[in-house]
């Protein structure tokens, strides 16, 4: 017999969900996403002002939400930071990591600096940043889940593009996400990831604004559009939810059908 509650299953009321990167053109939308459905959410990010800012923005709203400044490709800082919000907070319930870092060169060109910044900055922060959250998460005891902001290019190359440092970091955090998924399952601790191709953000909306480059972008993608910010946080709401708890290890595509076409 079941005895969930079915009423409102998407609700994270006392859950604590730290989103590294949570201020970004994608994080910021996961953290609005995570503190409607009731979680506290720590906004945590490199630039401080920013994620105090949105943090404060949530507040306004009638959401819980505090901002913290941190460097997620320093291991002490980021060990620290759990250290800090499991001391305040009693435990980090929910993971998102929505950091990473491309520099685009054409393979013949990419240089040993751009390719270590790269790995530096998106898979080894994934590996430590899990690492120091799981190692609560497990002393805890309540379980737990974690997602890893991926792209389509964790497993498709990209046409005509410089991406081998990105297709390379972002690739490798997906086997490395089911490895981490793998041994903490015993635990009670879910690891996925979310995959989206081209999402269309703050960022590139005046590019999109050519006819051109917009048909271009959806050539290939079967839904004819571009993925939004609230597709992407719609996947990390389901997998961080009572409704993803029996997933663990998966990379969940929101690409409009791209990666099931031809």
């Excluded at 994270?12 to 459905?37: P, Q, W």
């Excluded at 009731?38 to 906004?43: K, Q």
């Excluded at 972008?217 to 079967?222: D, E, G, Q, S």
Aim: hydrophobic share 40%; net charge negative; charged share 20%.
């Amino acid at each position: 017999m079941l005895n969930e509650d079915l009423t409102n299953p998407t609700r994270l009321t006392g859950k604590i969900a730290l989103v590294v990167g949570g201020y970004g053109a994608i994080g910021t939308t996961i953290s609005e996403m995570l503190a409607a459905a009731g979680a506290t959410c720590i906004v945590a990010g490199r630039n401080g002002e920013r994620s105090q800012g949105l943090a404060e923005q949530l507040h306004a709203r009638g959401w819980n939400a505090a901002g913290t400044e941190v460097d997620a490709s320093n291991v002490e800082a980021v060990r620290d930071l759990t250290d800090r919000l499991v001391k305040e907070h009693g435990s980090i319930d929910i993971l998102v990591n929505c950091v990473g870092f491309h520099k685009e060169q054409p393979f013949l060109e990419v240089t040993e600096e751009a390719f270590d910044e790269v790995y530096t900055k998106t898979l080894r922060v994934g590996m430590f940043l899990s690492q120091a959250v799981a190692r609560h998460q497990v002393a805890v005891g309540n379980g737990g889940s974690q997602v890893h902001l991926l792209s389509v290019r964790s497993s498709l190359g990209f046409r005509d593009r410089g991406y081998s440092s990105m297709c390379a970091a972002k690739g490798g955090l997906a086997i490395l996400m089911k490895q981490q998924a793998t041994e903490l399952a015993p635990q009670g601790i879910t690891v996925n990831g979310v995959a989206p191709a081209a999402v269309r953000t703050r960022k590139n909306e005046d590019a999109l604004q050519d006819p051109g480059v917009l048909s271009r972008a959806v050539a290939n993608i079967p839904l004819g559009r571009l993925a939004t910010p609230l597709d992407v946080a719609g996947c990390v709401l389901f997998l961080v939810s009572s409704l993803g708890n029996f997933v663990t290890g998966q990379v969940l595509y929101a690409d409009g059908g791209l990666t099931a076409s031809a």
